[in-house]
DNA sequence: TTAGAGTTGGCCCC
DNA sequence: GGGGCCAACTCTAA
């Protein structure tokens, strides 16, 4: 009797480059291989996940299960909380190994612990190889000083100039035309007479219970950016065969006020890296190709490859902070600052006024309005246009806490992911990285220069459409024959400025200081666990090992 | 202990 | 568009 195999997709979500999958094709004489992806109705009624992701996810799947088919296998869809799932699952389908990409993220660990210790009452063979991010992490950290990772992408840097250059991208297929079939799936579908664990058509059929909360976005709604590899693939040869917007990138050059449908002055792929739809090394190596054949290049941290630097750098720290990261009351880097009601809860503290109109898009600054509106419409904006946001909503103007702000773009955001969300939120509030508090972005001024005609705001804002330019980025300045000629009056069918920026960002400023005088920061629930040099994985390790990372309070 | 650097601010001058 | 200044932060390498 040959091997029963199950390859469980999470991110990942695509042939190319899938380690699990090329690990688990290595397996000699398999008699059956299940490709499956476990939706968890929980999560879809979390309310956490904004329409366009959870749409961007489904295209994903759905491009995925295509693939599959061409080579005679196909994505199956199981139901449920993933360990009750392969509890119910494996003993029917007599599972004999597990395969799935190593997934660093603290509720990912927590489930896959579970997961792997089923696995091992069971005596089923489960396997986690690293692959969503350049290097493995865990590996990264055993090279670092004191076993902490520094704080500055400069050292950083250093340290992956040591790992040199990450490993070149597999083919797991490997010239293989078919892939064993999902052999009990199809004897089942056999015997009812009904296709079984298919991928959901749409997202009103997310749920085999019918209780799906979303609705399918109609073609005017969509998002510009359509899920899958297949789209993750063109979109990266796209941009690579301009070779000299490649060479030349320079990321605070790249306009965040870039209105055509494809937004070609960046390259958009953050959505297909977060779900895996576009291997990491992939594009790394494909960057390489076109550096190659120009002989000059930018370098980072402003080039593209700096980008992709930038998000290892983050990964890499959030995984050795785990879930304490992700507060400011436990992050152990994280100065305490005494945002605006941050003394209550956190839901409480999104009840404010300024938050919710922030969120909304209501603030009365036409550009933070405009970049609001531009997430909440199509699931992505420019990384500079999320820096002047998170400014404005933290110590720039209205001091409410990044975790408030991080919550909104966790939730709207198609790329969004944890460590790199958790990190630039930390960075633009001046909590961690970044310090230069007294640098702050004027929502008129850069807008002035990073939309010098108005059309972005007119763009995501039509109620301002025939704004003249020279009200256009502080329309509560117009007259108000203006305002009634153009139909827009200030106060009623726009908002007037919900705060006045000279006034409360010097008085943030002031706050600032005091914070930063007092050098608090957040109190770990969990102690970091070290990295020594030694050999042994990190996850094995005792939390008796503590971590050599100062506490600075 | 200390100098220098730090992804991408705004302002003013040239 | 480029440079120096504003007033002043922390991290890192030496």
Redesign the pocket.
């Given at each position: 009797m040959g091997k029963r195999i199950v390859v469980w997709f999470r991110k990942s979500l695509r042939i190319h480059d899938n380690i699990a999958l090329a690990e688990a094709l290595q397996e000699g004489n398999v008699e059956a291989l299940y490709c499956i992806f476990v939706l968890d109705p929980w999560f879809v009624q979390s309310g956490k996940v904004g329409t366009n992701r959870m749409q961007f996810l489904l295209e994903s799947l759905q491009d995925l299960n295509q693939s599959l088919q061409k080579h005679n296998s196909r994505l199956l869809i199981l139901q449920g909380n993933p360990l009750q799932v392969f509890q119910q699952q494996f003993p029917k389908w007599e599972v004999n190994s597990l395969y799935f990409e190593w997934d660093s993220e603290p509720y990912a660990l927590e489930r896959d612990s579970l997961v792997k210790k089923f696995c091992e009452e069971h005596s089923i063979h489960c396997s986690s190889p690293s692959g969503h991010t350049m290097y493995n992490l865990q590996n990264t950290l055993r090279k670092c000083?004191n076993g902490?990772?520094?704080?500055?992408?400069?050292?950083?840097?250093?340290?992956i100039k040591e790992m040199g250059e990450p490993n070149k991208p597999i083919d797991p297929l490997n010239n293989r035309s078919s892939l064993p079939e999902p052999r009990k799936v199809i004897e089942e579908e056999k015997e009812k007479g009904i296709p079984l664990y298919t991928v959901p058509s749409d997202l009103q059929n997310l749920l085999e219970d019918g209780k799906s909360p979303y609705i399918t976005p109609s073609k005017e709604e969509h998002t510009p950016f359509y899920g899958g590899e297949t789209e993750a693939l063109k979109r990266m040869k796209a941009y690579l065969s301009h070779k000299k917007q490649v060479c030349n990138f320079?990321?605070?050059?790249?306009g965040p006020c870039d209105i055509s449908p494809n937004k070609n002055t960046t390259t958009v792929l953050s959505p297909y890296i977060k779900f895996g739809c576009l291997s990491i090394r992939t594009f790394f190596h494909a960057i390489m190709e076109v550096y190659k054949s120009a002989g000059t290049y930018s370098k980072?941290?402003?080039s593209l490859l700096?980008?992709i630097y930038?998000r290892e750098f983050f990964y890499t720290i959030a995984y050795f902070y785990k879930k304490d990261y992700e507060s400011m009351s436990t992050n152990p880097?994280c100065?305490q600052i005494p945002w605006k009601n941050s003394d209550k809860d956190l839901e409480t503290q999104k009840k404010d006024p300024h938050f919710i109109a922030w969120k909304n898009g209501q603030t009365g600054f036409p550009w933070i309005d405009a970049v609001m509106h531009q997430l909440r419409k199509e699931g992505w904006m420019h990384?500079?246009a999320r820096?002047?946001v998170a400014?404005f909503l933290t110590r720039g103007d209205l001091y409410i806490s990044w975790e408030c702000g991080r919550d909104v773009f966790d939730e709207l955001l198609l790329d969004a992911d944890p460590a790199l969300n958790n990190?630039?939120w930390l960075?633009?509030s001046?909590s961690?990285?970044?310090?230069?508090?007294?640098?702050?972005?004027?929502?008129?001024?850069?807008?002035k220069?990073v939309d010098p005609n108005g059309d972005y705001i007119r763009h995501y804002l039509p109620v301002l459409k025939d704004m003249p330019k020279e009200y256009i980025y502080e329309p509560w300045k117009a007259p108000l024959v203006v305002q009634k000629r153009i139909g827009c009056i200030i106060g009623q069918d726009y908002p007037k400025p919900i705060v006045d920026h000279?006034v409360v960002m010097k008085n943030n400023m002031t706050m600032?200081?005091q914070a930063?005088?007092e050098?608090r920061?957040g109190k770990p629930l969990q102690i970091a666990v070290s990295v020594s040099k030694n050999k042994r994985p990190i996850e094995q390790q005792g939390q008796e090992e503590t971590s050599t990372k100062k506490l600075?309070n």
């Open positions: 000083k902490t990772p520094p704080l500055t992408y400069s050292s950083f840097l250093n340290l320079e990321k605070p050059k790249t980072p941290p402003e700096g980008q930038w880097i100065i990384h500079l820096h002047a400014c990190g630039n960075w633009l001046s961690a990285f970044f310090h230069q508090y007294f640098r702050v972005y004027s929502p008129i001024v850069f807008a220069k000279e600032m200081k930063y005088a050098k920061y600075k």
